[in-house]
């Protein structure tokens, strides 16, 4: 008897745990006709930090697609809560742009500064018009490490440094998320990396500036050592040293990345420097850096220029550096299949750029769409699901060749249920209709 009251007592404590760990859902509507509101769905807070201030740890406030601005909608303070602040689908680009932070230029659109960690989400919104005369315009970071992801971050401006983005003794994830047409009067146009360690993944960063200074793109300073992995970095300029990345007294590594069109009055790619006794490192790999090594700075002489790195057209869909940014497009044209943002489309191009398959072989490239050489592409896509494509999906082992050593793979998954290849039309299994996509590849030649 006293065991099975126990049992059930502790299965009623996990239960109680369980349904409070999933925590609330607070919305938030520019449009509400409540002042401030309650945050339910039917009377949604007008405000977000109303919002953030009625939130507790585990909270999601879902913000509607509106244009949120005015007291209450900039200089967004989380108070060190572990806490959601996200879109309605923040993988919805058409919401993204629509669900928008705009302090109008009178304050920063987030400031971030009591501790909090990688459980304070900022997910699925843009930040536009943030200024300050100090450090950040878009996000101030200090002392904490919130994961700021599928975000836009764009047109805000710094009277010092991180025209977009500042980030001070922070261990902040940064994916997905686009950093354009920022401006720091001294130093790091997009993005200010200062003693912190940073992860800044799937990113593209381009058009912005630093005025007076230099890392148009990303700067580093002081022990700032984040790492760059599958980002685009086009079209930033500086005034002084690393149109794309500036590294003084730190430690850098990319990885996968483009760096293209990028301009300074020194190094238009990359710049190290020592910074008060620190040595400055930067450790490229299988990127397609424009200039190659001619295009980087080094009195450190802390270059690690490694494997894989190419000099090469990347061949994006949409790019004129001296065209409307509005019409950039950094996916890789691809004759085999790339996806079109506009038409939500797969199509395909004349071209394939050299810079799919092309990036680390040991970087995960699983998420890429069938049909791909087995090895992750090179910029912000690389390692997606917009991955552009290579090759024939019948051609199983990757060897340009559809033939009978493809049909024996496809054979040896004969009938079997789950996430396979030769899963040709992604229902589930391998069976008859696989067999008949397969039929239409054989003697695909590359």
């Given at each position: 008897m006293f065991r099975v009251r126990s049992v059930a007592i502790v299965l009623a404590v996990i239960?109680?745990?369980?349904?409070?760990?999933?925590?609330?859902?607070?919305?938030?509507?520019?449009?509400?006709?409540?002042?401030?509101?309650?945050?339910?769905?039917t009377e949604p807070f007008r405000r977000i930090q109303d919002a953030i201030n009625a939130a507790e740890d585990g909270d999601i406030i879902k913000i509607l697609p509106g244009i949120y601005?005015?007291?209450?909608?900039?200089?967004?303070?989380?108070?060190g809560k572990a806490i959601t602040i996200r879109s309605t689908d923040p993988n919805n680009q058409n919401?993204?742009?629509?669900?928008?932070?705009?302090?109008?230029?009178?304050?920063?659109?987030f400031y971030i500064h009591s501790g909090e960690d990688a459980n304070c989400i900022i997910s699925g919104l843009t930040i536009r018009n943030g200024r300050t005369g100090g450090k950040g315009g878009g996000i101030f970071c200090y002392s904490s490490s919130p994961t700021i992801t599928n975000c836009t971050i764009s047109g805000n401006s710094a009277g010092l440094h991180g025209g977009g983005l500042f980030c001070q003794n922070s261990e902040s994830a940064i994916t997905r998320c686009v950093i354009s047409n920022n401006s720091a009067v001294l130093d790091g146009g997009g993005l200010e990396c200062w003693s912190s360690y940073l992860t800044i993944k799937n990113?593209?960063?381009?058009?912005?500036?630093?005025?007076?200074?230099?890392g148009g793109g990303v700067d580093c300073f002081n022990a700032?050592?984040?790492?760059?992995?599958?980002c685009t970095l086009a079209k930033n300029s500086a005034a002084g040293y690393g149109g794309a990345l500036y590294c003084l007294g730190s430690n850098v590594v990319v990885k996968?990345?483009?760096?293209?069109?990028?301009?300074?009055?020194?190094?238009?790619?990359?710049?190290?420097?020592?910074?008060?006794?620190?040595?400055?490192?930067?450790?490229?790999?299988?990127?397609?850096?424009?200039?190659?090594?001619?295009?980087v700075y080094d009195p450190s002489a802390g270059l690690v220029w490694g494997s894989g790195n190419i000099d090469i057209d990347p061949c994006f869909v949409s790019f004129d550096p001296n065209g409307d940014p509005n019409m950039w497009d950094f996916h890789l044209q691809s004759a085999y299949g790339r996806w079109d943002p506009n038409e939500r489309r797969w199509t395909k191009d004349d071209v394939t750029s050299l810079c799919i398959d092309a990036g680390d072989p040991n970087s995960d490239w699983s998420d890429e769409p069938w049909p791909n050489g087995k090895r992750i592409n090179m910029g912000a896509y690389g390692g997606t699901i917009h991955a552009s494509m290579s090759g024939s999906p019948g051609d199983f082992n990757i060897d340009g060749l559809v033939n009978f050593e493809d049909f024996c793979e496809l054979a040896g998954k004969w009938l079997l249920e789950g996430e396979f290849f030769e899963d040709l039309n992604s229902d589930g299994a391998v069976d008859v209709t696989d067999l008949?996509?397969?039929?239409?590849?054989?003697?695909?030649?590359?």
């Amino acid at each position: 008897m006293f065991r099975v009251r126990s049992v059930a007592i502790v299965l009623a404590v996990i239960s109680i745990v369980s349904t409070c760990s999933l925590g609330d859902i607070i919305f938030v509507d520019a449009s509400s006709p409540y002042d401030p509101g309650s945050g339910t769905s039917t009377e949604p807070f007008r405000r977000i930090q109303d919002a953030i201030n009625a939130a507790e740890d585990g909270d999601i406030i879902k913000i509607l697609p509106g244009i949120y601005t005015g007291s209450g909608n900039y200089n967004l303070d989380p108070n060190g809560k572990a806490i959601t602040i996200r879109s309605t689908d923040p993988n919805n680009q058409n919401v993204i742009e629509n669900t928008i932070i705009d302090p109008n230029k009178a304050g920063r659109g987030f400031y971030i500064h009591s501790g909090e960690d990688a459980n304070c989400i900022i997910s699925g919104l843009t930040i536009r018009n943030g200024r300050t005369g100090g450090k950040g315009g878009g996000i101030f970071c200090y002392s904490s490490s919130p994961t700021i992801t599928n975000c836009t971050i764009s047109g805000n401006s710094a009277g010092l440094h991180g025209g977009g983005l500042f980030c001070q003794n922070s261990e902040s994830a940064i994916t997905r998320c686009v950093i354009s047409n920022n401006s720091a009067v001294l130093d790091g146009g997009g993005l200010e990396c200062w003693s912190s360690y940073l992860t800044i993944k799937n990113c593209i960063i381009c058009d912005n500036q630093a005025l007076n200074g230099s890392g148009g793109g990303v700067d580093c300073f002081n022990a700032g050592n984040p790492t760059l992995t599958n980002c685009t970095l086009a079209k930033n300029s500086a005034a002084g040293y690393g149109g794309a990345l500036y590294c003084l007294g730190s430690n850098v590594v990319v990885k996968d990345n483009i760096l293209w069109a990028n301009e300074a009055a020194y190094a238009p790619q990359i710049a190290l420097e020592p910074y008060s006794g620190l040595s400055s490192s930067v450790s490229v790999s299988y990127s397609d850096v424009q200039g190659g090594k001619t295009a980087v700075y080094d009195p450190s002489a802390g270059l690690v220029w490694g494997s894989g790195n190419i000099d090469i057209d990347p061949c994006f869909v949409s790019f004129d550096p001296n065209g409307d940014p509005n019409m950039w497009d950094f996916h890789l044209q691809s004759a085999y299949g790339r996806w079109d943002p506009n038409e939500r489309r797969w199509t395909k191009d004349d071209v394939t750029s050299l810079c799919i398959d092309a990036g680390d072989p040991n970087s995960d490239w699983s998420d890429e769409p069938w049909p791909n050489g087995k090895r992750i592409n090179m910029g912000a896509y690389g390692g997606t699901i917009h991955a552009s494509m290579s090759g024939s999906p019948g051609d199983f082992n990757i060897d340009g060749l559809v033939n009978f050593e493809d049909f024996c793979e496809l054979a040896g998954k004969w009938l079997l249920e789950g996430e396979f290849f030769e899963d040709l039309n992604s229902d589930g299994a391998v069976d008859v209709t696989d067999l008949g996509l397969f039929t239409q590849t054989w003697l695909w030649q590359r």
